[in-house]
């Protein structure tokens, strides 16, 4: 894959989280067809260096020009007590284990006061969705 097709996944792999179902849908989509352009599987990718990476040196930590900044700010007091209670109330779900797994770790952090703010972004657009799917 090249860095160009990763930056085009990155930003479609972004979208997965829209609080609209068919934006969510319509980023899949699009993920799974760069991946099929490639002509590579998610297995290989996860595990691949990109292409301009030397064989055996591990890709730089550099996120790609494109990929939206994260504000990597801890969450206030108010924002854990808003998240504590999404996640509670979002546990109480028939979920799947990845998700319940997720939001256990969101506990973990929240705990260890390493819970982040654009994390509280996240639980509010996942307990959007699955609101939006009850009806």
Request: a negative charge; charged letters at 35%; glycine letters at 4%.
């Amino acid at each position: 894959m090249t860095p160009e097709q990763r930056d085009e996944l990155l930003q479609a792999l972004n979208r997965l989280g829209d609080p609209e179902d068919a934006a969510a849908l319509a980023a899949a989509r699009q993920a799974a067809e760069l991946v099929g352009t490639a002509e590579t599987s998610w297995d290989d990718l996860i595990r691949a260096p990109l292409d301009d990476d030397e064989p055996g040196e591990e890709a730089e930590d550099e996120a790609p020009a494109t990929a939206p900044e994260l504000n990597e700010q801890a969450a206030s007091s108010a924002e854990n007590k808003e998240a504590s209670a999404l996640i509670e109330k979002l546990l109480a779900r028939d979920l799947y284990e990845g998700t319940r797994e997720e939001l256990l770790a969101y506990q973990e952090d929240i705990a260890a006061g390493e819970f982040q703010a654009d994390d509280l972004q996240y639980l509010r657009a996942l307990d959007s969705r699955l609101q939006s799917k009850k009806k």
